[in-house]
């Protein structure tokens, strides 16, 4: 695609509920980020893949949190038992390799109730 | 680990010219980002710097020095539109990028 994609844009659930986010990157980019970013903070890094190596999981904040990227495109980022804590924007990055330039999607807003 | 650090907040005046600072500290190094962010949005992408010196695009120019940890980001004749935060991100040997808390800038006119 043209740019990276994210669903859902907003999601607003209750806490204890799990939440599936979706990442679609751009075509042909074999690297991809997720980071979450809580209201006027910066940007805290979750994970990260890169073509068919183990990702870099060193960010997840616990073991509720977790992620996957099949066929080396589109990435899920789970969260399970949702916490009111968890209230923030996720983004989605990717880059064409490692250390290249990334390119963010416009994020999904998560709220917890 | 990484450490990167930046003044929280800036301001200056309509068609000024602002420099925000960035000190890092990294195991590693594979290069230096500039992120703008408006309130909302996602990230977008401003400059990058792998080797020394300054690099300039338009009205943005970013430096870097590696030896010192440091970077600024040069921004000219500013425009209330530049009013954003801008983001210091580092990609150390681990290969993701590492953010800044951003430096919150307000154009005033």
């Known amino acids: 695609g043209a740019g990276v994609s994210q669903s859902p844009s907003n999601k607003v659930t209750e806490k204890g509920k799990d939440v599936e986010l979706r990442c679609d990157p751009i075509s042909g980019h074999t690297a991809l980020y997720w980071y979450r970013q809580s209201l006027g903070q910066g940007l805290e890094f979750l994970i990260y893949?890169?073509?068919?190596?183990?990702?870099?999981k060193s960010g997840l904040p616990s073991d509720r949190f977790s992620a996957e990227r099949t066929g080396g495109s589109v990435s899920t980022l789970t969260i399970q038992r949702t916490q009111q804590e968890d209230s923030a924007v996720y983004l989605c990055?990717?880059?064409?390799?490692?250390?290249?330039?990334?390119?963010f999607g416009e994020g999904s807003w998560l709220t917890v109730v | 680990g990484q450490n990167i650090d930046q003044p929280t907040e800036m301001t200056a005046t309509e068609g000024a010219i602002v420099q925000i600072n960035c000190t890092y500290q990294t195991s590693g190094f594979n290069g230096l980002f500039w992120y703008q962010q408006h309130a909302g949005e996602a990230p977008t992408f401003l400059s990058y710097?792998?080797?020394?010196g300054l690099e300039e695009k338009g009205r943005f120019s970013s430096f870097l020095s590696r030896s010192k940890g440091y970077s600024y980001l040069l921004l000219k004749e500013l425009q209330m539109k530049d009013s954003a935060s801008y983001l210091c991100a580092v990609s150390g040997s681990a290969r993701q990028l590492t953010f800044g808390s951003g430096t919150q800038l307000t154009v005033l006119p």
């Open positions: 893949f890169q073509g068919n190596s183990a990702p870099d």
């Open positions: 990055a990717s880059s064409l390799a490692e250390g290249n330039t990334i390119y």
């Open positions: 710097n792998v080797l020394d």
